[in-house]
């Protein structure tokens, strides 16, 4: 089977820039890369192909013998791509690939500067549920690192810099050839910082960054749900020796509240009432969850269970002006403690109650149903 040309792999002209190049592949390989397609076959290939093509034409000699001859110039071990023969450098391979494209996302990078990236941080909070409703600034104290005042940050003593690693030539890597691969790792003189502390300060130890508690302002919008995570750039620990800091992330959690439930943006609320009010109708005064007070009509024969719907009295919305319903679910409560006299006027209630006049429909219904079951069986 007959290779692709590998400008039509990576979808480019044959004048494509270096950049052009770059940015076709960097599309390409996050698009195929099997970590996105675990299982897939095709895009497996995909990436190999990609991978290959970049690997010749992102190189000047291996593209210009590209360019001359085609895939001839690589064929019988003549130079193919990663293959180290037929007079090109062809060191890097695979490694080199990756590094280029997932580096800046997982704080490598080109230069040992971006291995220096301060670590990301994490701050639990909670809040109250009327705090989530309507938003709130708080304030939180982070343990953390940050940048050493006197060195501004460099590890040197003041009056002195670092110097560039003579070993890795400020790259912070270095590689070794063993048979067909190249490994590559942080240089072992400078850490894979790419420079040399000489004279290192005396506050920080040449870290370029002390431990230190900061306060930090958090801005909670009206609306966030329990786990919602904000993010502070910029925020988390200081680099390493210069390094760019961290960030801090927040995650919030909403405390139990003592009347309401809460679901996405609706609230929940069970209300007790009285056997009396169930039974002739009244009203009755709930809270809602900006501090007021909503009134609510009961009807005459209300059971346990009714489900009255307050619209937009729940919760706030995130990042919209709309608001969640409210439902109050009522319990009747059965009285206790009764007086000689209560407990008179009950029986005398009950005797009014004659059975089959629909006033118990639900419990004439059930026992209707048993006397049914009880003949079914006699049969």
Not at 74 to 88: I, S, V
Not at 358 to 373: C, D, I, M, R, Y
């Amino acid at each position: 089977m007959s290779k692709r040309d590998y400008y039509d792999v990576l979808g480019v002209t044959k004048s494509a820039s270096a950049d052009d190049l770059k940015k076709a592949y960097r599309k390409l390989a996050m698009q195929y890369h099997p970590d996105r397609n675990q299982g897939d076959k095709a895009a497996e290939q995909k990436f190999k192909e990609v991978s290959e093509a970049y690997d010749c034409l992102k190189d000047e000699q291996k593209r210009a013998a590209y360019d001359r001859f085609g895939h001839a110039a690589f064929e019988n071990g003549g130079g193919r791509p990663g293959a180290g023969a037929g007079g090109f450098d062809f060191g890097g391979g695979f490694a080199d690939i990756f590094d280029e494209m997932f580096g800046e996302f997982m704080g490598r990078g080109r230069g040992g500067q971006a291995n220096n990236r301060g670590a990301d941080l994490r701050y639990n909070l909670e809040i109250s549920l009327e705090d989530a409703f309507k938003g709130s600034t708080t304030q939180v104290r982070v343990p953390t690192s940050v940048m050493c005042d006197p060195c501004g940050g460099s590890g040197a003593e003041n009056g002195s810099s670092p110097t560039t690693c003579t070993t890795c030539s400020g790259s912070g890597k270095v590689r070794a050839q063993q048979g067909f691969f190249t490994i590559e790792r942080a240089c072992p003189t400078c850490g894979g910082a790419g420079r040399v502390i000489k004279d290192p300060c005396r506050h920080c130890g040449g870290q370029g960054r002390v431990r230190k508690e900061k306060t930090l302002q958090v801005n909670i919008p009206a609306g966030v749900e329990d786990g919602t995570r904000i993010r502070l750039a910029g925020e988390g620990e200081a680099g390493l020796r210069g390094g760019s800091p961290g960030d801090l992330y927040i995650f919030l959690s909403i405390a139990p509240h003592r009347f309401f439930q809460r679901d996405g943006a609706n609230l929940h609320c069970r209300v007790p009432i009285p056997m009396t009010t169930a039974a002739l109708g009244g009203t009755i005064e709930v809270p809602t969850v900006e501090g007021t007070r909503a009134k609510i009509n009961v009807p005459a024969g209300t059971q346990t269970g009714h489900q009255f719907r307050l619209k937009s009295k729940g919760m706030s919305v995130l990042r919209s002006p709309a608001r969640g319903d409210m439902y109050i679910q009522v319990v009747v409560e059965t009285p206790v403690n009764l007086t000689k006299r209560q407990q008179e006027l009950l029986r005398e209630f009950n005797k009014e109650a004659d059975a089959g006049t629909g006033q118990n429909p639900e419990s004439e219904g059930f026992f209707a149903k048993v006397k049914e079951l009880w003949a079914d069986l006699k049969d």
